[in-house]
């Protein structure tokens, strides 16, 4: 299969490291040759990594790497595409400029995805004359770890589609679980829910994140907590799905102030160096505020 993914940062380099793991020709593309470049250099750093630790293969890093290229065009990326993924920020009209200009240059028959997490997959397909090749690929970050792929049918996905959605997620040794195009889909929506009153009852003062994510970790064999997961997605990407949810499914979705403060202190996780914790090189060595050292 040639696999076409739109967008070189984490999660579109993930999506193309793992499509080629399995053996499909891939074309990583985005707007800019240095953002072409870091993508690729993270798939090689990923791998390197797995090697390190005797998960790959010197001969599968190379396969691996030898199936993928990559390109600022993207027509160039999905002339030939079997499968489309775009990978790009969360917004709407972005991911449907995108869809656009994927069905004006891909075969007719290529399958259009998106990686959205939250999102109309049904309104990104309206803008397409065939919105029955449309479906959503939600992978979990980063890809090359997380076992989960979403497959969200739209409201105009063909059967066929939905099917061959399924064959690819298990070709590339992904669990596939397949839901219907709702706000916030299954996972979204039940993370996000939890997420959001774990920081409720930090703003309370019931725990501080630590000992509320010890309680999920240990207590639910969560294998992360809700809010260092928070700062690992981003506090930003958060505060952008709360008020998306807020909008479609109501108050329950009220994002806490607590949120909103650290967003706009931009304090928005492990990206930024501080979020809910303090980050240093991508570890987490602290909370931040008055809450304490982080004795885990």
Known sequence: ?????????????????????????????????????????GIRSNLAEGVEREKVTE?????TLDRISGTTDLSEAVSDAD??????????????????????????????????????????????????????????????IMDLVEIVVAEQTSDAVESRAVDYVEGIEKEAVVVRDSAGFATSRLGLALGLEAIRMVEQGVASPADIDAAMRKGYGYPMGPIELGDHVGLDVRLHIAEHLREELGERFKPPQALRRKVRAGNLGKKSGEGFYVWEDGEKVGMSGDWGEDDE
Do not use: C, W, Y
């Open 59 to 63: 001969a599968e890093m190379d396969a």
């Open 83 to 144: 499968l489309a993924v775009e990978a790009v920020p969360e917004d709407m009209d972005i991911k449907q400029d995108v869809f656009a200009d994927v069905e004006a240059s891909a075969p007719d028959d290529a399958i259009i995805a998106s990686n959205t997490s939250s999102l109309s997959v049904t309104e990104m397909a309206s803008v397409l004359d065939h919105p029955e090749r449309a479906v959503g690929l939600h992978f979990f970050n980063p890809p090359h």
């Open 1 to 41: 299969m040639q696999v076409a993914v739109l967008g070189a940062g984490s999660m579109g380099h993930g999506i193309a490291q793992v499509s080629a793991m399995a053996g499909h020709e891939v074309v990583l593309r985005d707007i800019e040759t240095e953002l072409v470049e870091d993508g690729i250099e």
